[in-house]
């Protein structure tokens, strides 16, 4: 068993899988997100299921995961819903009541929060403002308004995942001197550089995610 998802609801590797040799899971986010953590985590540790039995599709948002769950696109689907210091999430709470879908795994998992510079930055002297997606952005507003309030803050829409915006950031695409939050996965991927690592003001910080199939 995982040492770092916390079930409300199992599933067995029968309950989750199709009948297909290789299976699609639509995550919400992209590779590097938290949401791809918590799938990876999910089927390496608790389902030891290779890589080769699954194709991962970048759906980016909540709703669009769930919609395509619902007309049979993708074969599984993972999304965030909840954060113990953010609340519930608003889009996937509107989208889980517009789509039907059958629920297959329910868990929580510790979020680790880091503040990801381009290579080029040294100090967060060089920082001239943060930016993220808003959930993110919520986890850390306490520690960013106590120790750099002088820094502005701008909340992207619900489409910049964590992940996005670092790959937007490490392409060029984000100012080098805006600050994005994400994980130390993603910036592994991206190879951006953490500024600093666990920044999330609640220390309980955990995200609760649902493992949904086509009904």
């Known amino acids: 068993m995982s040492n770092t998802l ?30 791809d953590q918590a799938w990876n985590t999910f089927v390496n540790e608790e389902l030891e299921i290779p890589e080769t039995q699954f194709e991962v599709k970048e759906l980016i948002q909540s709703h669009t995961v769930l919609e395509s769950v619902n007309n049979g696109s993708v074969d599984v689907g993972i999304f965030a819903f909840a954060n113990s210091g953010s609340g519930g999430y608003l889009a ?16 929580t998992m510790p979020i680790s929060m880091c503040m990801l510079v381009h290579p080029d930055i040294t100090k967060i002297e060089e920082i001239e403002l943060f930016f993220g997606h808003p959930v993110a952005v919520s986890q850390c507003r306490k520690t960013l ?4 309030p002088q820094i502005p803050i701008e909340m992207a829409t619900d489409e910049m995942d964590t992940a996005l915006s670092a790959k937007l950031l490490a392409e060029g695409k984000i100012p080098k001197t805006y600050a994005i ?9 991206y190879e951006l550089k953490v500024l600093y690592e666990g920044i999330h003001h609640d220390p309980n910080n955990a995200t609760a995610f649902a493992v949904i199939k086509h009904k």
């Open 145 to 148: 308004a106590e120790r750099w």
């Open 92 to 107: 996937s709470v509107e989208a889980m009541g517009k789509f039907n879908y059958k629920l297959v795994a329910l868990f």
């Open 6 to 35: 916390y079930f409300q609801k199992h599933c067995s590797l029968d309950e989750l899988t199709t009948k297909k040799t290789r299976f699609i899971v639509g995550i919400h986010g992209i590779i590097g997100s938290f949401t």
């Open 181 to 189: 939050f994400a994980s130390k996965r993603a910036a592994e991927r």
